[in-house]
């Protein structure tokens, strides 16, 4: 046998032997690896000692079990320039402009700029300053959040529910339970991030906020996510990540003055949206969602450039909110209805 076929073979069952660690979670002992290899234990011995030289993290537990460590382990991955640019800009954004750094971000920033050196090094220079810049700004210890993204990030990736204690929003109590991580999912929408998944508690899929679980750990309890879980479709009725599994989508149509109608036009805010342009100039905005709770902020923004035609239950929301605004500002807004020159007469107390 000649060199390079010695060298090509080793190199072969150091690969087989790397995934096959990687498919275990819990590890295989040696006499295992052996014989899903088809080799003498010897061998193997020899084989997880190069593979640490290589680089590759493992670890040895006492009843002999191997397994390689995912928290350290790195993944190799091959990028032409523009998908690399791809891949820059979105990590900057995230960087740049969440309100919960994560130095995680910044280092694979940093490891994107080093890579490009050889093949574009004006690129690679301006991505490793900004880098370091976004890394001298964090603080020494990783935040809250990070943590619990890492917990959540280990239980996805290997299969393992969570404990955790949650606090929601509209309760002034937290709870306990055990939850089976499918999907990480991030939103725009206050810089949050949400794990979509199983819980034990009501048996259902659920979503939870990441800023909203007091205490999380990695149970030994494994979960196998369904073949029929799709995030994409799951998520196609939703206008963040809030989703109902039970209800229908709930038909919505705003109607936005022309004033804003260009800034409108620019985004397409839902997948499942479409617009209509009306003779005076505003525009006619439809959609339907699963949920509606978190347009509620995204229709505010607009202020009174934005109507509410649909569902009745919105435009009330946003009706009360209008007059609650009315009379912090000092201005009487009645509750009959609206006559031809009812609005000048309610807000500066006229007519009476």
Not at 153 to 175: D, H, I
Not at 298 to 320: K, Q
Not at 327 to 334: F, K
């Amino acid at each position: 046998m000649s060199e390079l076929t010695r060298t090509q073979g080793k190199a072969a069952r150091l690969g087989q032997i790397e995934r096959m660690l990687w498919a275990f979670p819990d590890g295989l002992t040696q006499a295992e690896i052996a014989r899903r290899c088809g080799v003498h234990r010897s061998t193997i011995h020899r084989s997880l000692q190069d593979l640490a030289d290589e680089g590759i993290p493992t670890w040895e537990a006492a009843d002999g079990r191997i397994g390689i460590n995912r928290n350290e382990y790195l993944t190799a991955i091959k990028l032409r320039l523009d998908e690399a640019m791809a891949v820059y800009m979105a990590a900057r954004l995230l960087a740049r402009y969440s309100d919960k750094p994560n130095r995680h971000t910044v280092e694979a920033l940093l490891k994107l700029g080093l890579a490009l050196d050889p093949s574009a090094p004006q690129v690679a220079r301006h991505i490793v300053q900004t880098s370091e810049a976004l890394r001298a700004s964090l603080d020494g210890q990783p935040n809250d959040h990070q943590q619990r993204l890492e917990v959540l990030t280990r239980a996805w990736a290997q299969g393992r529910k969570v404990r955790m204690r949650y606090s929601p929003l509209q309760s002034r109590r937290s709870f306990e339970e055990v939850f089976a991580p499918y999907f990480l999912e991030p939103s725009a929408i206050g810089y949050s991030t949400y794990v979509i998944g199983r819980s034990d508690l009501v048996g259902k899929l659920r979503t939870r906020k990441l800023e909203r679980i007091e205490q999380i750990t990695v149970t030994d309890e494994a979960f196998e996510i369904p073949v029929d879980f799709d995030p994409a479709k799951l998520l196609a009725g939703a206008w963040g990540v809030w989703f109902d599994e039970d209800d229908a989508p709930t038909p919505v149509t705003l109607k936005f003055s022309a004033a804003v109608v260009r800034r409108v036009q620019e985004s397409r805010w839902h997948p499942s949206q479409r617009v209509e342009a009306q003779l005076d100039g505003s525009l006619l905005w439809y959609a339907e969602l699963d949920a509606v709770e978190e347009l509620v902020w995204w229709v505010r923004g607009w202020g009174a450039e934005c109507e509410v035609l649909e569902p009745r239950e919105l435009r009330e929301t946003l009706m009360g909110d209008a007059k609650a605004m009315a009379e912090r500002y000092g201005w009487h807004v009645s509750t009959q209805a609206a006559g031809p020159s009812s609005t000048l007469a309610d807000f500066f107390g006229g007519g009476r």
